[in-house]
C-alpha cells in the first residue's frame, strides 16, 4: 500500500490464537469419539442453526475427511469446509479450514487422560479476513465469539458424557 511520503507500508494479515482446557469425567476414548461426531457438533450448535451441506454428514468424521457446514452467526449465514488433517487416536486430531469466511482456521483438539477422567485442550489459531471494521477490531470480536463457541460447545459435551448412556 502506497502512503504520503513515498513509503511503502505491508499489511499483515491479523491472527489470533487461544486454547481451553475442559476436565470431564469419563474415559479419553468417549471425549475423543465424541469430538469426532457431526452429529454431537450439530446438536451442539444448534442455537446457530448448523447444518452439514456436503462431506461426512453424520457419525464420526475421520483423516482425510471433509463436512460442509452452514450456520447463522452474527446475523449472516456462513458456509465453512473443514478437513481432518491430522489424527493420533485417541490423543489428538486437528481440522483446518480449506473453504469459508477465515483467511486461515486451525484447530488442535488434545486429550489428555487424568484420574477419574480427561482434559481436553483445543488451541484455535486463525487469521481474520480484512474487513470494513479492520483487522485488529475484527480479530477481538471474532476471537471472543469463537472462544465463547468453544466453551459452549465443551460444555454441552461434559454434561452429555457425563450424564452416561442414554436409559
Known amino acids: 500500500m502506497r502512503v504520503a511520503g513515498q513509503r511503502w507500508v505491508r499489511i499483515r494479515q491479523m491472527s489470533v490464537e487461544f486454547s481451553i482446557q475442559t476436565e470431564i469425567a469419563a474415559s479419553r476414548d468417549a471425549v475423543w469419539a465424541a469430538s469426532l461426531s457431526i452429529d454431537a457438533h450439530l446438536a451442539s450448535m444448534s442455537s446457530s442453526g448448523a447444518r452439514v451441506v456436503a462431506g461426512v454428514t453424520s457419525g464420526q468424521i475421520g483423516l482425510g475427511e471433509t463436512v460442509t457446514w452452514?450456520?447463522?452467526h452474527f446475523g449472516v449465514t456462513w458456509t465453512m469446509t473443514s478437513e481432518i488433517t491430522e489424527l493420533r487416536s485417541p490423543e489428538w486430531f486437528v481440522d483446518e479450514q480449506l473453504r469459508g469466511p477465515f483467511h486461515s482456521f486451525r484447530h488442535e483438539h488434545r486429550f489428555i487422560a487424568i484420574?477419574?477422567?480427561?482434559?481436553?485442550?483445543?488451541?484455535?489459531?486463525?487469521a481474520a479476513p480484512l474487513s470494513v471494521l479492520g483487522r485488529a477490531v475484527e480479530a477481538a470480536v471474532l476471537g471472543r465469539y469463537l472462544r465463547k463457541l468453544i466453551i459452549d460447545r465443551n460444555a454441552f459435551l461434559k454434561q452429555r458424557l457425563e450424564a452416561g448412556p442414554p436409559r
Open 70 to 72: 452452514r450456520a447463522r
Open 115 to 126: 484420574p477419574g477422567g480427561t482434559t481436553m485442550v483445543d488451541h484455535v489459531h486463525f
